[in-house]
């Protein structure tokens, strides 16, 4: 049965996915999800901007990639109204700490080269 995208607390539903499920890194964290996200449109044509974890982990615990819709079917698909807001998050703007500052400082030079290079065009 497939679940409506969730559109409030997105950071910290994306937080607690995969806490608790026992998916522990050899480093002894427990593992983390990369995120990539999609341009749809709603029933009435405006645009809409998804989130999906693009890992998820198969009976075994190992790891496989995860369509959008069996991220829709477990309940794993954010939704955005913005497109910079949708692009920051599959980023990493839902994490914290150390791993947020890293993931942005990533992100905002990856949108400075993709200026720089449209700018050389």
């Excluded at 954010?78 to 980023?91: G, L, P, V, W």
Aim: glycine fraction near 6%.
């Amino acid at each position: 049965m497939p679940t409506d995208p969730i559109r409030r607390r997105r950071k910290k539903h994306a937080r607690s996915i995969r806490k608790g499920v026992g998916h522990v890194n050899k480093h002894g964290k427990t593992e983390t999800h990369k995120m990539e996200w999609y341009e749809t449109e709603d029933d009435k044509g405006r645009k809409r901007y998804h989130v999906i974890p693009s890992i998820t982990f198969d009976e075994e615990g190992r790891k496989k990639s995860q369509t959008y819709e069996e991220a829709k079917k477990s309940g794993e698909v954010y939704e955005f109204k913005n497109k910079r807001r949708a692009e920051r998050f599959a980023a990493g703007s839902w994490k914290k700490g150390k791993d947020k500052r890293e993931a942005m400082n990533k992100y905002r030079a990856k949108k400075k080269a993709e200026r720089k290079a449209k700018k050389n065009k």
